[in-house]
């Protein structure tokens, strides 16, 4: 497990070049299935229009709101919705006025995305799919089939049964007081879990790790893993998978209680 604090949570955010904090690239974990990053932009501020030939993209904004631009559309975003990006399709993004914005950027593929140059679109066409809770339109969950979880809510954003994705998901999860979910390992896929609001302790085998609003979580496939929240304290997070578009892609294996 790795632990990541976001500069944007603690006001450092003036300290980076260009308002990004890569969390996971091949640099600094050589064998991440994938990539992510932070990019804040000020009021007004915005990407230009590029695409990413190998690499399909997950942009899920964490605070303030914008347009996202793609081929002739254009989707007002606000914090809690995003938008997934196959392969070779173009995207921009233009924030608000009113507020600084802050985007989380996952990244599956073979394509680095800090290779893209700007209104470089190569290879597809459309303009990727809106993702939102209203995203998660499944009859039952597989994570609630899976278990081994207390008091906690899943939304599946984006996957591949709900918008196509290939290497990536992306999901909010609410634990409740009390919440938790028990030690579980995904042997196909890496994770990464990043605590909005509240807090508790990441728990491994070596004992518990504390997360605050703003600390992500990096773990690794096949590493076990659980969460539990602050006693009176609801905890609300963003997670997902790399190297896997689904639950049953990267697996789920619970660890067995010692008798």
């Excluded at 190998?54 to 938008?83: M, N, Y």
């Excluded at 302790?201 to 004992?207: A, F, I, N, P, R």
Aim: aromatic content about 8%.
């Amino acid at each position: 497990m790795i632990r990541r604090t976001l500069e944007a949570w603690n006001g450092s955010s003036r300290q980076r070049s260009g308002g990004v904090q890569w969390l996971v690239n091949r640099e600094l974990i050589p064998e991440a299935l994938g990539m992510l990053m932070i990019q804040e932009l000020s009021g007004g501020s915005g990407l230009p229009v590029h695409g990413l030939p190998g690499a399909e993209s997950v942009t899920f904004l964490l605070s303030g709101k914008g347009d996202w631009l793609g081929d002739g559309t254009s989707w007002p975003l606000k914090a809690g919705e995003g938008v997934f990006n196959p392969p070779g399709t173009p995207r921009a993004f233009e924030a608000g006025r009113d507020g600084n914005t802050v985007l989380l950027v996952v990244y599956g593929g073979s394509n680095d995305p800090r290779d893209a140059e700007p209104h470089a679109v190569h290879g597809g066409s459309g303009c990727g799919c809106r993702i939102s809770r209203t995203a998660d339109q499944e009859s039952h969950s597989p994570l609630g089939e899976a278990g081994g979880f207390i008091d906690m809510g899943v939304h599946w954003l984006a996957t591949t049964q709900t918008v196509g994705t290939r290497s990536v998901v992306v999901a909010t999860s609410t634990f409740t007081p009390g919440g938790s979910h028990q030690l579980h390992r995904h042997p196909h896929a890496d994770e990464f879990f990043l605590v909005l609001q509240g807090g508790g302790e990441h728990l491994t085998k070596d004992g518990p790790v504390r997360l605050n609003p703003g600390d992500l979580a990096y773990i690794p496939a096949g590493e076990w893993h659980g969460f539990q929240t602050d006693p009176g304290v609801t905890t609300r997070t963003v997670y997902g998978y790399l190297g896997a578009g689904s639950l049953a892609q990267a697996g789920y294996e619970l660890l067995e209680e010692e008798t």
